[in-house]
């Protein structure tokens, strides 16, 4: 069986892509290295290997994979805005990650301490922001790596060196 603790999230199913099983997969495309030949879903509580039989990019964080034993486009709506976990052991052998790998992860900072869970990755400007939720409130905090001061995989924590008043703004 499949252990969650063992899983990261890697993205979700989008719609259906043509008539022959093929479904879009947005997600952390860097973490999809050599190797990587499944993804799980969280099916009613257990999570469930989905395998590849093929995976093509679409555009910068999007996919068009062929799962196995699916063949129409019917079989594979199963799978349409369900969640797609990999292996942490994936992510934690590649040298690179998308920020979309952090979603989950608690975040603290030196001085401050608890600020919240990251809930989301704000790209849609130049400056890309990580989203934490913290008893409803939103913090937001510069995607930048002279600002993370530690990132803990095991436990997924990332701990910040944010410069004052940064948080408070």
Request: hydrophobic content about 40%; aromatic content about 12%.
């Amino acid at each position: 069986m499949l252990k969650k603790e063992d899983f990261v999230y890697f993205g979700k199913f989008l719609k259906p892509h043509g008539t022959k099983g093929e479904i879009g997969l947005q997600g952390d495309t860097f973490a999809l290295g050599e190797g990587c030949d499944f993804v799980a879903c969280d099916i009613d509580g257990i999570l469930v290997p989905f395998f590849f039989e093929s995976v093509r990019p679409k555009n910068g964080d999007t996919l068009i994979a062929k799962m196995e034993r699916m063949e129409s486009a019917e079989e594979v709506r199963y799978l349409t805005n369900r969640e797609a976990f990999i292996p942490r052991k994936w992510v934690e052998e590649s040298d690179e990650v998308s920020l979309g790998y952090f979603i989950g992860f608690s975040a603290s900072d030196k001085s401050l301490g608890y600020l919240g869970e990251i809930v989301e990755i704000d790209d849609s400007t130049i400056n890309t922001l990580f989203v934490v939720e913290n008893d409803g409130e939103e913090i937001l905090i510069p995607a930048q790596e002279e600002f993370i001061a530690g990132i803990d995989h095991d436990e997924q924590t990332i701990l910040f060196d944010l410069p004052e008043g940064l948080v408070t703004l």
